[in-house]
């Protein structure tokens, strides 16, 4: 018996949907009416006062008057001076002579602080080591400077900060 094979049209579409096309446009048409429903709510609906929050500012009273704040330089300048603090001594007497440290870390550990420091001297910054005992402890402090003006320590701050190097500013008398 033989068969030809190549008439054979028998074969199912397997891409052939079970439900119908109608079915398909009214489930996203409804789910896009439901999306737009929710938008609108969301966005263009005003609060309810009853249940607006209570950190809300309160409202001035009908009959109370209401003062604008209007701002000029001229009354504004004088009140946001800062005093100068001037340094004085026990006596009461000005001290005028004073420099600046920068406290670059402090180790328990002298290799550590060492290592540092040599870290330090190779971006040309003037460092020295200082022991402190603390509650029986010995800590070992970098210190960077001394520097008499503020630009030269801005200028340390600025170099130990690209280093990464977290800085503590110190004022000492000379």
Known sequence: MTQDFAKRH???NRHRSLLPG???F???LVAGIFVSFLVYLWKFVPPDPVTTDVR???KAE?????EEMQYKFYDLFPN???PIVEEYNAEGEKIESFSYLLQAGSFRNPNEADELRGQLI???LEVFLKKINVDGDTWHRVMVGPFDTDLALNRAQDKLAEAEVESMP???RQ
């Open 62 to 66: 009908p009959n109370q008057v209401v």
């Open 56 to 58: 809300e500012v309160p």
């Open 22 to 24: 109608w079915v398909w």
């Open 26 to 28: 009214f489930t996203g």
């Open 170 to 172: 110190l004022k000492v």
């Open 122 to 124: 190779l971006l040309g």
């Open 10 to 12: 028998n074969i199912v």
């Open 80 to 82: 946001a001076e800062v």
